[in-house]
């Protein structure tokens, strides 16, 4: 059984960071590919940033030039840093892991709990 654990959410003022963490178990953590998501109130969930089993990442439009995804597979661990947050950055941010093994192109199966981010002043 996977499970994943996020945390670094909180209130930052706008222009501020954040570095969001999540702690995997339960696969071997260096076959599988990584993803950040989010939802804010009254909007689907949408993809910030993903990156592959291999280390290859990749940003939606809302994440380029602000924020940067990274692993550490010795820890099991995928991080988000997040800089000049904007207040439509608000949001639950989750972590997923895709569903395949060496399969960059599944689908995300496995999902933390979330932790929340409010960029305000």
């Known amino acids: 059984q996977v499970t994943l654990v996020e945390s670094g959410g909180g209130l930052v003022e706008p222009g501020g960071s954040l570095r969001l963490s999540c702690s995997a178990s339960?696969?071997?953590?260096?076959?599988?590919?990584m993803g950040w998501f989010r939802q804010a109130p009254g909007k689907e969930r949408e993809l910030v940033a993903s990156?592959?089993?291999?280390?290859?990442?990749y940003y939606s439009d809302i994440a380029k030039d602000r924020f940067t995804i990274s692993r550490d597979n010795a820890k099991n661990m995928v991080y988000l840093q997040m800089n000049n947050l904007k207040r439509e950055d608000t949001a639950v941010y989750y972590c997923?892991?895709?569903?395949?093994?060496?399969?960059?192109?599944?689908?995300?199966?496995?999902w933390g709990q979330g932790t929340q981010v409010t960029v305000s002043s």
């Open positions: 339960g696969r071997i953590f260096d076959n599988y590919g």
């Open positions: 990156i592959s089993w291999t280390g290859g990442p």
């Open positions: 997923a892991q895709r569903a395949v093994a060496y399969v960059d192109h599944s689908s995300f199966d496995a």
